[in-house]
């Protein structure tokens, strides 16, 4: 085969992949009613009861660069080849985040967009579960704190960080309290 062929050719495959993670990238914000990645971020805080962000991996001449921040977002510019995005969520008051869920938009594994629409989905739904889990963990009020003081003899002061919610709680109702 020519060498001009075999770059023609690789040059058609590259673009081919580029087609198929644009049109899973698609298929994630259709399924978000989202018209770009900036508005896609906002739903995720706004639908979400743990507040998710999502991050992109852009692809700039022959770098990467993942952009989380809302502004960097929004300016984004069209010929900033999104590659993969990342749903994560930071627990308010304690220094601790869920894992970063990666939806790499050229995973052989989505045979149809619309499976990268699902893996999307999945990855929030699996962020929200940290969170809650984390929340759970740490967000005890005072009542929590002599509660599992006084049963598994804990030294606790709750809305501390380190307390976990009591579900039975009566002052907080298993809610756990904000601090
Ligand atoms: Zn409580």
Redesign the pocket.
Known sequence: MPREWEEYERGEEIKSMGQVATANLKAILEANSADNVAQLNRYAYKYTDCGASVGVLIHRGLDSEWIYDSDALRNLKPDDFIMALSVNSIVEGVDEGTDSHIVDLFDEAFETPEMAADAYARALEEVEKEAADIWNDTH??????K?WNETIETELE?DDGVTP??VD?????????AF
């Open positions: 005890g009020c005072e009542t929590c704190a509660h709750g919610v009591w709680c009566p002052d907080c109702g298993g809610q756990g309290s």
